[in-house]
C-alpha cells in the first residue's frame, strides 16, 4: 500500500479481470463478421445506452446486453446456464438479504415520525443561526440517512417536513429546496448505504469494511454542506431565526433518542464487531418496529405498508443487480477492462490522470443516469482499471458513492431535484437548478480530499478490521 492508498495486488483481480474468453476472440455466430474482445465490449456499451435513450428499464438493459452477448461470445445453451444461475444466486444470496431488511428499517423510521423528531430536535439546537434552519435540514437529514440507507427516501421525507417550515420562517423557496435535495444525498453514504452494499457485490469487498470507510467522509460532506448552506444563507437567501433557551434545547433532545438507539445498535454493533451487516440490519429492523408500537407512531396498518413498500423496492432493486451481473460477466468476457487498461499503460497515463477521467466520466453520467444504474454499469468497466492503477477498491467505492451523490443534485437529470419538484409542483425547476449550483462545491471538494488524503477512508477500516 502506497500514501495514495493504492495497492500493489488485488485478490479479486483474477476473478474480476481475467476470466472468461480470449481477447482476440471472433464471432463466429455473425455471420462470418469477426470481431475481437474489445469491439464486441464497445459493441455492448453503445447497445446499452442506445436502450437507456429510448427509455427502456435499466435492469432490462443490461440484461439485453448481458444474454445476447453471452450468446455471441458462447452458445445459447452456455447463455442459458448463465442466465439461471445468475438469476438463482442473486436471488439466494445471503450478502444480498441486507438490502429489504434496511429498507424495511428505513420505510418504518420514516411511517413512525422518526424524521420529523430529529428535524425538530436540530431546529431547536440550531436556532438562532441565519439559516439554522437549512443547517437544521442538513443535520436532520444525514441522520436519518443514517438509518434509513435511502437518498430518495430521505429528501421526500424531509421536503414534507422541512419546506413548509422554512417557508413559514420566510426563507428562499430555490436555497430551502435546494438544501433538502442536497442533505438528502447524505443518505447513500452516511451507513448503512444499500449502494455500498450493492458495490460490495460487485467488487466482492467486505461491506462492514465499506461502511467504516465512509463514516469519515459522510460526516464531513455533511459538515460542508452544512458551511455551503450558512455561507448561502449570509448572502441573503434566509433571514435571522428567534433563539431558543438553554432548557427548550436541552429538551428538544429527547426527541432524538429513538434515533440513537437505533444508530447504536445497528451501526454500532457493526463497528464493533459484535453484528454482521446481515444481523444488524435485521436487528434493526425488528427495533425500529418495536420503537414505532412502544412511542404509538406506528399502527399495525402502516406496518403493512412499510411491508409492503419495502418488497416492491427490494424487488426492483433484485432486478437490477441480476441485469447488472449480466451485463458484467459479458463485460469481463470481453477483456474490455484489460484492454482499457493496457492501453492507459502504453499511453503512460499516470493514476491521478486516469482517475480524473474517470471521475468525469462520472460526473458527466450523473447528469442523465439515476445512482444505482449508474453504478452497475460503470463499475465492472472501471474497476479492474482501477485497481491495475493500484487504488484500493475500498477507497474507490466511497468515491463512486460521493459521485453518485453529485449526480443525484446535478441537474437537468438529478434525482433529488425531481422527487422534489414532484412534491411541490409549483415549484420552477430554474429556481432550483440555481439553488444547488453553490451546493456542488462540497461533493466536488470531498472528491479532491479523497484522493489527495485516501486516509479518510481507509483509516478507520484498518483500525477496526
Known amino acids: 500500500m502506497d500514501p495514495l492508498g493504492c495497492r500493489a495486488d488485488w485478490p479479486g483481480r483474477d476473478h474480476v479481470g481475467r476470466a472468461g474468453a480470449d481477447p482476440a476472440l471472433s464471432a463466429q455466430a455473425a455471420g462470418g463478421v469477426r470481431m475481437t474482445g474489445f469491439q464486441f465490449g464497445i459493441a455492448g456499451i453503445v447497445l446499452l445506452f442506445v436502450m437507456l435513450f429510448l427509455r427502456q428499464p435499466v435492469w432490462l438493459a443490461m440484461a439485453v446486453v448481458g444474454v445476447v452477448g453471452n450468446i455471441f461470445l458462447n452458445n445459447l445453451n452456455m447463455a442459458k446456464f448463465i442466465t439461471s444461475t445468475t ?22 423510521a420514516s411511517g413512525s415520525r422518526m424524521s420529523s423528531d430529529l428535524f425538530r430536535a436540530a431546529q431547536v439546537m440550531l436556532s438562532g443561526l441565519r439559516g439554522g434552519l437549512g443547517i437544521a435540514t442538513v443535520a436532520a437529514s444525514g441522520a436519518f440517512g443514517a438509518i434509513c440507507g435511502s437518498s430518495v427516501a430521505t429528501a421526500a421525507s424531509m421536503t414534507r417536513i422541512a419546506l413548509p417550515e422554512m417557508k413559514r420562517a420566510g426563507y428562499e423557496e430555490g436555497y430551502s429546496a435546494a438544501t433538502i435535495a442536497a442533505g438528502g444525498t447524505l443518505g447513500i453514504l452516511i451507513p448503512p448505504s444499500i449502494v455500498l452494499v450493492i458495490y460490495g457485490s460487485i467488487a466482492e469487498q467486505s461491506v462492514a469494511r465499506l461502511f467504516a470507510a ?50 447504536a445498535v445497528t451501526i454500532g454493533g457493526i463497528y464493533t464487531g459484535l453484528f454482521s451487516p446481515n444481523e444488524a440490519a435485521s436487528i434493526g429492523a425488528f427495533g425500529a418496529i418495536l420503537i414505532g408500537f412502544a412511542r404509538r407512531s406506528l399502527s399495525l396498518e402502516g406496518l403493512l405498508k412499510a411491508v409492503q413498500a419495502s418488497v416492491l423496492m427490494s424487488c426492483t432493486l433484485f432486478l437490477i443487480i441480476m441485469g447488472a451481473k449480466l451485463f458484467g460477466q459479458f463485460i469481463v468476457q470481453t477483456h474490455l477492462p484489460d484492454t482499457l487498461l493496457q492501453l492507459a499503460l502504453e499511453a503512460q497515463l499516470s493514476p491521478f490522470t486516469v482517475m480524473g477521467i474517470i471521475i468525469f466520466l462520472y460526473i458527466l453520467l450523473g447528469c442523465f443516469l439515476e445512482g444505482f444504474g449508474m453504478v452497475l454499469i460503470t463499475v465492472p468497466v472501471f474497476l479492474p482499471v482501477v485497481v491495475g492503477y493500484g487504488y484500493d477498491p475500498i477507497l474507490f467505492g466511497v468515491l463512486v458513492v460521493v459521485l453518485v451523490e453529485l449526480g443525484l443534485i446535478s441537474p437537468p437529470v438529478g434525482m433529488n431535484l425531481f422527487i422534489i419538484r414532484a412534491q411541490v409542483p409549483d415549484m420552477p425547476m430554474s429556481g432550483l437548478y440555481r439553488g444547488i449550483a453553490s451546493f456542488l462545491i462540497a461533493p466536488v471538494l470531498l472528491v479532491g480530499l479523497i484522493l489527495t488524503f485516501p486516509q479518510l477512508t481507509l483509516w478507520l477500516p484498518r483500525l477496526l478490521y
Request: proline share 4%.
Open 87 to 108: 438469476f438463482f444466486d442473486t436471488a439466494g444470496s445471503y450478502s444480498l438479504s441486507v438490502i429489504p431488511l434496511f429498507i424495511l428499517m428505513g420505510e418504518i
Open 214 to 263: 465512509a463514516l469519515l467522509p459522510g460526516v464531513l460532506l455533511a459538515v460542508l454542506y452544512g458551511i455551503v448552506a450558512l455561507w448561502v444563507a449570509h448572502r441573503g437567501g434566509a433571514p435571522v431565526e428567534v433563539s431558543a433557551t438553554f432548557k427548550e434545547r436541552i429538551a428538544a433532545l429527547r426527541h432524538a433518542w429513538a434515533f440513537a438507539l437505533l444508530f
